[in-house]
């Protein structure tokens, strides 16, 4: 009798530990599934190949579901359904309080950040984001333009003679580069030593999250995450080396400017001066934690980094593919020695708002060449859950999202929807590269679209317009197609024949 009463005792308590790990993957009642076939295990066998059919089932709930104004749910390679919202709920995703819909809890869950860098989400006030929205670009641009000739000329070279092959992976070289460069300074930017953690530690979260995220039970993350993540941690502790000290001079400047009796009117002309500036402003304690805004830095350098490297290169292959007939690497040359001469040969904020034709090329490729088949994804949050407009209800944890890829390439929103048009937004300053709208969600939508998209589009279009003005790029054949894993399209690392323009 003992031994069936402690099986019993074991079977409930396995099942309630059970329930406990699955209590977040949440498929609400009611919502159709896309990609779920008859046969068995049919939900785990379809977010396993969520791998392989994200965009196929994407474009079938969009077809049958979101053209109706209806939700569908689409598995995921994490294991969570995704109820897609359809075009005419946008409106009411973004409008819902963070009680509501917590984008927050997304994107922590999304890279691990508890347990990856777990310094990097300690603090009181995500100052963070509003230092990127004010971040002072004119101030900035010629650390930017100095940035890009050093990289750009050291990787692709000086020779006008003979062509070069350079693999389009040097671009995210590139961008690591300036983003070191604006968020801590030439001095610390230069050190190839941090830069190689730096990049090692950018370059290893996708990684560490998915296996945590997907391969450990969420009971036992606590646990084995951290031993997980140890090597990301080991990366963000090399790189604490190097920032922490110069965490600690500019914390010490900034409060002697804000303990001053004199006024000082000098910007910040790098990110973590910024920083410092609203860190010691702050109440709390941990906010103007040396550690803590070292890790939110490097945190703030694996988004940007990413984020604009995919761009870049997906707009370089789109430019490339054209061919000479339409010669759009010159047209962008011709744009933007104009914009210069006109400038005195200086570059300036206020002149790389005049490449309307840069601009326009890189939005359109966002468009075409989204790097994310779903966005605007939120968790709902409230105890009660939420009720959606069609009268859906999802509980708690259910997460929700939009069809990014579709919205950008439906006929309804776009002339040609799937041709790749550069110019198509020349004429339109209304619908610059940084615009968000219902048509165009690359950078998110409402409030919490990207802080970071007005220094990305700065620094994308400068970069673009040196690369015209003192290269010949070899054109494509073809577009090399992006490679889809789940609903991530990341561009393939291409080789590009490179040769420096006489001058």
């Known amino acids: 009798m ?61 077809r049958r579901f979101s053209k109706r104004g209806l939700p569908f749910m689409t598995p ?29 809890t997304v994107l922590r869950d999304a890279v691990a950040f508890d347990y990856i860098s777990p310094s990097s989400w300690d603090f009181a006030r995500p100052f963070h984001v509003e230092a990127l929205n004010k971040m002072p670009l004119d101030l900035l641009t010629s650390s930017i333009v100095d940035e890009i000739r ?48 730096t990049w090692c530690f950018v370059n290893s979260i996708v990684k560490y999250a998915f296996i945590i995220r997907v391969l450990i039970p969420p009971l036992l993350r606590p646990i084995l995450a951290p031993i997980v993540a140890s090597p990301v941690r080991y990366y963000d502790w090399r790189c604490s080396r190097y920032i922490v000290p110069v965490v600690k001079e500019r914390l010490a400047a900034a409060a002697m400017g804000a303990n001053s009796s004199m006024p000082t009117h000098e910007q910040p002309k790098e990110m973590l001066q910024f920083l410092a500036k609203y860190a010691v402003r702050s109440n709390e304690s941990k906010d103007a934690d040396p550690q803590s805004l070292a890790s939110r830095l490097l945190s703030l350098n694996f988004v940007g980094i990413h984020t604009s490297t995919i761009t870049m290169v997906n707009a370089i292959l789109d430019i490339m593919a054209l061919g000479t007939k339409e010669n759009l690497l010159g047209i962008i040359r011709t744009e933007a020695a104009s914009v210069l001469r006109a400038h005195g040969g200086v570059w300036s904020k206020a002149a790389a708002n005049q490449l309307v034709k840069n601009d326009s090329t890189f939005r359109e490729s966002l468009r075409i060449s989204a790097f994310k088949g779903r966005g605007l994804g939120r968790e709902v949050v409230a105890p009660s859950g939420v009720t959606l407009p069609d009268g859906t209800y999802l509980p708690k944890h259910t997460r929700v999202g939009a069809p990014t890829t579709e919205i950008h390439t439906d006929g309804d929103n776009y002339d040609d929807p799937v041709a790749f048009r550069p110019l198509r937004f020349e004429k339109r300053r209304d619908l610059g590269m940084v615009v968000a709208n219902e048509q165009f969600i690359a950078f998110g939508l409402g409030k919490h679209a990207c802080p970071g998209r007005f220094f990305s589009a700065h620094e994308l279009k400068l970069l673009l317009a040196y690369i015209a003005l003192n290269y010949d790029i070899e054109p494509l054949d073809v577009r090399p197609p992006n490679e889809w894993w789940s609903d991530f399209s990341l561009p393939q690392n291409v080789k590009l024949r490179v040769r420096r323009r006489k001058q």
Do not use: C, M
């Not at 993957?25 to 990609?35: D, F, K």
């Not at 709920?89 to 819909?101: A, G, R």
């Not at 801590?184 to 230069?190: A, E, P, W």
């Open 76 to 104: 995921s390679l994490n294991l969570r359904p995704e109820v897609i919202l359809p075009p005419s709920s946008l409106k009411w995703l973004i409008e819902q309080p963070d009680t509501v819909l917590s984008i927050e």
């Open 150 to 197: 050093l990289t750009i000329d050291e990787l692709w070279g000086l020779d006008t003679q003979s062509w070069r092959e350079v693999q389009t992976r040097t671009l995210g070289e590139v961008i690591a580069r300036i983003t070191n460069r604006v968020f801590v300074g030439g001095g610390l930017s230069r050190d190839r030593t941090y830069g190689y953690y």
């Open 2 to 62: 003992a031994a069936i009463i402690a099986i019993l005792v074991a079977i409930i308590v396995i099942y309630a530990l059970h329930k406990y790990s699955l209590r977040d993957r949440i498929a609400p009642a009611g919502v159709p599934w896309v990609g779920v076939r008859n046969e068995w295990f049919s939900i785990l066998r379809a977010h396993w190949r969520d791998q392989w059919d994200a965009k196929k089932n994407l474009e079938e709930g969009y």
